[in-house]
């Protein structure tokens, strides 16, 4: 395993939901607080700042709530991979020297109802919107549906992924659906896009999720539980490959960026699917999850329905996936969401879980983010 360089040393979180009372930047600034908290550090001893957010314009004016200390802050935004981009910006800036401390928060508040936009803003043309296909939903059906078919996947498997997550949902204070709903309950749920149901799909929705970061060689001075920051990789599209906001498909297809991700981040970190301990996986649908499983390589196509049949990603089992609820509970804040899967797993490494810790002192987790259009995230945790 290689040597690490920047270790995880705070994480903070405001709780997801729905909050008519309160602005996305004030719920960054409660998550701020809260992982600086956590790290044992001071707003003052902050050296640089990436903040990320879809529906806020300047997500970094959070420093006018925590502190307007003139450090460089910055945003960026990469889709639903943003969690990724704002912790591997923020290890930069340490690695490079430029910050002893760094902070990374995602912040978003959006309206009810699936993602929608004008098709030019992605560079698409103005029919794809007309047919109703710029809606995410129409998206992730049809690549569940062929991936069931090329790979004998039923339909029970995507209401256990849902109701899985969902129960572990009812463990997390900071989840926004905390009501275990049964396998028999998914499955007669109304129809969305066929094969997904009501229950198998997230729902866009508001909060706030952040992360400090230092080098790996003094983080002991702050925490007695710091967890390392092994590898973080992300990949945009490859021609030929079946990804959001495609207008058609050549064949063959190619290995999507999750594949590709995964594979940089492996490397990186000089380890292999079969060392990782938890795992948080993109589960903007049940089927996202159920595909993203192979992607990773933490199984092999068609694994998948045995293993939910066994029980094997609950929190209990061999390979604990989504232990939080993943988006399926706790819905995407689109800045937010790949920091919340950090927060949920540093916890893990340490212990700290609670009701959903995962058994046998997990070592190594994985997060795995994938958004428009087409981009895909892999970082590597360990204690």
């Known amino acids: 395993m290689s040597t690490p360089g920047i270790a995880i040393i705070g994480v903070g979180i405001h709780p997801f939901g729905r909050y008519a009372d309160r602005s996305a930047l004030e719920m960054g600034a409660v998550a701020i607080g809260r992982a600086l908290k956590d790290a044992g550090v001071d707003w003052s001893d902050v050296g640089s700042l990436y903040a990320g957010s879809l529906e806020v314009a300047n997500p970094e004016a959070v420093t006018g709530l925590v502190g307007m200390t003139g450090i460089p802050a910055r945003a960026t935004l990469s889709g639903c991979a943003t969690g990724n981009s704002l912790l591997t910006l923020a290890a930069r800036d340490v690695q490079l020297g430029e910050a002893e401390i760094a902070v990374g928060v995602g912040l978003d508040k959006h309206p009810r109802g699936a993602f929608g936009a004008e098709p030019a803003v992605a560079g698409l043309p103005q029919w794809y919107g007309d047919q109703g296909m710029f809606l995410t939903t129409h998206y992730f059906g049809t690549k569940i549906m062929r991936y069931m078919h090329d790979h004998n996947i039923s339909e029970e498997t995507l209401a256990r992924v849902a109701a899985k997550n969902l129960a572990n949902g009812a463990l997390a204070d900071h989840a926004w659906r905390r009501k275990p709903i049964s396998v028999e309950t998914i ?104 595909i993203h499983m192979a992607e990773t390589g933490l199984c092999k196509d068609g694994e998948q329905e045995s293993l939910l049949h066994d029980g094997a990603t609950e929190i209990g089992g061999r390979l604990p996936i989504n232990t939080d609820g993943g988006l399926l509970a706790n819905g995407e804040p689109v800045g937010a969401s790949g920091l919340r899967q950090v927060y949920e797993l540093v916890h893990q490494l340490r212990g700290s879980a609670g009701d959903r810790q995962v058994p046998n002192n997990p070592r190594v987790a994985l997060a795995q983010l994938y958004g428009s259009p087409g981009t895909a995230a892999v970082a590597i945790l360990t204690r």
């Open 187 to 290: 499955l007669g749920s109304p129809v969305v896009n066929a094969p997904l149901r009501q229950f198998m799909y997230c729902n866009p929705n508001e909060g706030a999720a952040a992360v400090v970061v230092c080098r790996a060689d003094v983080a002991k001075k702050y925490t007695d539980t710091p967890v390392y920051l092994r590898a973080s990789a992300l990949r945009s599209r490859r021609e030929g490959a079946y990804e959001l906001l495609r207008t058609s498909i050549e064949l063959p297809i190619v290995p999507g960026t999750t594949a590709e991700a995964a594979k940089a981040a492996y490397e990186q970190a000089g380890i292999g699917p079969e060392d990782v301990d938890v795992a948080q996986l993109q589960d903007t649908d049940a089927g996202s999850e159920v």
